[in-house]
């Protein structure tokens, strides 16, 4: 019983340090957007995701320095090196220099929860994407009740949102094999 009231001393320990700021909380190895983001929906996050893979161009899986600066520039709003350097260090949280996927989501995150300052290059970002932060809205920023509603039914959204991308694929699918079959059909009548 020693050791566990130790144990416990240690962790009750560095929660009160978490707390007034004197250590940071450690983070999970796995990352899913879809639980640490709850606000967006399954097509948003995909979005995002294809948005920062298409300028990844280093394929790491991060946004370094020179990227944010091709992105800035092909959505019509590019930034100073500085500009650039204080939009990573707004949403850095690993201090490495770069945007991770989940550095990237929090822009968003922040931009419809109104963190973002007005003149930050974040927020242009924001605004400039596909995904219009602040028409979606957060949930909790909204009506009570609207959110209540959004948390209950949030799990048969995602099932919806799986349902109607297996179907989709179904549907390609189906025109594949009827493409092939009128290919087939065409090259015997070539054939013979």
């Not at 009231?5 to 190895?29: F, M, V, Y």
């Not at 039914?153 to 694929?169: G, L, P, T, V």
């Amino acid at each position: 019983t020693a050791s566990a009231g130790a144990e416990l001393s240690a962790k009750l320990c560095r929660r009160q340090d978490i707390n007034e700021g004197a250590a940071h909380p450690r983070r999970a190895a796995v990352f899913n957007p879809y639980t640490e983001f709850k606000e967006f929906s399954r097509r948003q996050i995909k979005d995002m995701e294809r948005m920062f893979r298409l300028y990844d161009s280093g394929r790491d899986g991060y946004i370094d320095l020179m990227e944010l600066k091709l992105m800035m520039e092909k959505l019509g709003a590019p930034q100073t090196h500085l500009g650039l350097k204080n939009m990573i260090k707004e949403v850095d949280e690993d201090f490495d220099g770069k945007l991770s996927f989940r550095e990237f989501l929090l822009i968003f995150h922040k931009a419809a929860a109104g963190e973002l300052e007005e003149d930050s290059g974040l927020l242009t970002l924001a605004k400039l994407s596909e995904i219009d932060v602040s028409i979606e809205g957060v949930k909790g920023a909204k009506n009570f009740f609207e959110a209540k509603v959004q948390a209950l039914s949030s799990a048969s959204k995602f099932e919806a949102e799986i349902k109607a991308e297996q179907d989709e694929r179904k549907r390609e699918e189906e025109e594949r094999k009827h493409r092939r079959a009128a290919f087939r059909e065409l090259k015997s009548a070539f054939t013979q």
